[in-house]
T-cell receptor
């Protein structure tokens, strides 16, 4: 079974600085999707960024970028120029492409990000 | 706004009772996924429906059931409720197998705002 691990329960960053959230996963598949979701105090789950495993190029979305290391099964999220609105719980998620696990998202435990003004 | 609608937003009920949570997916999405978020278990997959058919089950209790109707909305039924069932229940929708569009875009899950269930 696939597992996702976020080893940092909490992180903090100063406004305008850069922070990196870590995520590792375990799978025997070669093709899959990886996602970062943000959950602010409103509890809404918001997609931040996504990555296809077969694409070597790291995904970027404005101030958000990932460092995808397939061999190491690592998928970290970098937030540049941090803003107060970035404060939230961040979840890393894995989605299989096929097999019996197809479809469902497997989530890590989450990392609470605090942004200091 | 994700386009996924969940009702009600909050539910307060007593142990032993039965409740129904409703989810309307984004227009055109054929898949509906249900997840439970609790403090001790984190975010866990419960069940997946695609175009009216059950596709996969996760850590869903036998007291829980779900269905997807012809208009693609879905309901999650929770019965014989226990204190430990108190949680935030999310549904998410995805195009999945619908034709057209890039592969990754078809496989993104969009979440509703959740239903917070409190069992007293």
């Amino acid at each position: 079974a696939q597992t996702v691990t976020q080893s940092q329960p909490e992180m903090s960053v100063q406004e305008a600085e850069t922070v990196t959230l870590s995520c590792t996963y375990d799978t025997s598949e070669s093709d899959y999707y990886l996602f970062w979701y943000k959950q602010p105090p409103s509890r809404q789950m918001i997609l931040v960024i996504r990555q296809e495993a077969y694409k070597q190029q790291n995904a970027t979305e404005n101030r958000f970028s990932v460092n995808f290391q397939k061999a190491a099964k690592s998928f970290s999220l970098k937030i540049s120029d941090s803003q107060l609105g970035d404060a939230a719980m961040y979840f890393c998620a894995y989605r299989a492409i096929g097999g019996t696990s197809y479809g469902k998202l497997t989530f890590g435990q989450g990392t609470i990000l605090t942004v200091h003004p | 706004d994700s386009g996924v609608t969940q009702t009600p937003k909050h539910l307060i009920t007593a142990t032993g009772q039965r409740v129904t949570l409703r989810c309307s997916p984004r227009s055109g999405d054929l898949s509906v996924y249900w997840y439970q978020q609790s403090l001790d278990q984190g975010l866990q997959f419960l069940i997946h429906y695609y175009n009216g058919e059950e596709r996969a089950k996760g850590n869903i209790l036998e007291r829980f059931s779900a269905q997807q109707f012809p208009d693609l909305h879905s309901e999650l039924n929770l019965s014989s409720l226990e204190l430990g069932d108190s949680a935030l229940y999310f549904c998410a929708s995805s195009p999945d197998g619908t034709s057209g569009g890039a592969r990754l875009a078809k496989n993104i899950q969009y979440f509703g705002a959740g239903t917070r269930l409190s069992v007293l």
